[in-house]
T-cell receptor
């Protein structure tokens, strides 16, 4: 069965970076893009961008350019998102999700989410 | 960005029919999707491209609409449907989500 397994919770200091992972299983990794989504109580769900897991090509929401960097390791079927220059506003739950072009580019499977807390 | 507007909350009794609306600030063709999120869980895809039931989703859920106005309907509502429901469009960049409608059962 399709699974997206994300790494564990992160506690980071302002100004630092974190890199979270999303390991896929149960399907051909390079046949689907992976998107990343931020969820906060105040702002709801925000789309960060996607990575083409085959080519490594990326597309970012303008709001997250310079904040998020998406990469992929095809050998381990894992997608990564690095968040840099962290501020308290980056505290959130971050999800990875599979993009299914066959269903209109909806997010058909989601990881369990990673809570990132930015605090001094 | 395309703004998706949802009512913040609804309360219904089990066995009733409920409709949750989502209005887009600009046209999204039929590229509107619906997700269910229960507390402490990740969102789950219910409906894709406005009216198509995702795999494994009960037929009590249905979707309709095109352009700027979309509706998710649950009929009949069951106790397990207590959750927040989000709409999301994939026609315009960046992809955007509605603020969510929290469904509570009386």
């Amino acid at each position: 069965q399709v699974q997206l397994q994300q790494s564990g919770a992160e506690l980071a200091k302002p100004g630092s970076s974190v890199k979270i992972s999303c390991k896929a299983s149960g399907y051909t990794f390079t046949s689907y893009y992976i998107s990343w989504i931020k969820q906060t109580t105040g702002q709801g769900l925000e789309y960060i961008g996607y990575i083409n897991t085959g080519s490594g090509g990326t597309n970012y929401n303008e709001k997250f350019k310079g904040k998020a960097t998406l990469t992929v390791d095809k050998s381990s079927s894992t997608a990564f998102m690095q968040l840099s220059s962290l501020t308290p506003d980056d505290s959130a739950v971050y999800y990875c999700a599979r993009v299914e072009f066959g269903v209109g580019r909806a997010f058909d499977y989601w990881g369990q989410g990673v809570m990132v807390t930015v605090s001094s | 960005d395309t703004v998706l507007t949802q009512s913040p909350a609804l309360a219904v009794s089990p066995g009733e029919r409920v409709s949750i609306s989502c209005r887009a600030s600009e046209g999204v063709n039929s590229y509107m999707h619906w997700y269910q999120q229960k507390p402490g869980q990740q969102p789950k895809l219910l409906i894709y491209k406005a009216s198509n039931l995702a795999s494994g989703v009960p037929a009590r859920f249905s979707g309709s609409g095109s352009g700027t106005d979309f509706t998710l309907t649950i009929d009949p509502v069951e106790a397990d449907d207590t959750a927040t429901y989000f709409c999301q469009q994939s026609w315009n960049d960046p992809r955007t989500f509605g603020g969510g409608t929290k469904l509570e059962l009386k």
